[in-house]
């Protein structure tokens, strides 16, 4: 089983993740891969992940 992350994007036209990612037992981390789209100018992303109501979050650049 494990921990499921759920995770979100603010922009998922310019930076898309999976639905959700699960951290296996005994990790303390998982990878995921974020699918980008060409920007006109950089544009700043929001990430969170989620699970048992904590959520934590990231800002990602996709640039130009």
């Given at each position: 089983?494990?921990?499921?992350?759920?995770?979100?994007?603010?922009?998922?036209?310019v930076?898309?993740?999976?639905?959700?990612?699960?951290?296996?037992?005994?990790?303390?981390?998982?990878?995921?891969?974020?699918?980008?789209?060409?920007?006109?100018?950089?544009t700043?992303?929001?990430?969170?992940?989620?699970?048992?109501?904590?959520?934590?979050?990231?800002?990602?650049?996709?640039?130009?």
């Amino acid at each position: 089983p494990g921990v499921t992350l759920a995770l979100l994007s603010s922009a998922p036209g310019v930076a898309s993740v999976p639905a959700s990612v699960v951290i296996p037992v005994g990790a303390t981390s998982a990878s995921f891969t974020v699918r980008t789209s060409k920007v006109k100018r950089n544009t700043v992303v929001t990430l969170q992940a989620s699970a048992h109501g904590v959520a934590v979050t990231a800002s990602l650049t996709v640039v130009r």
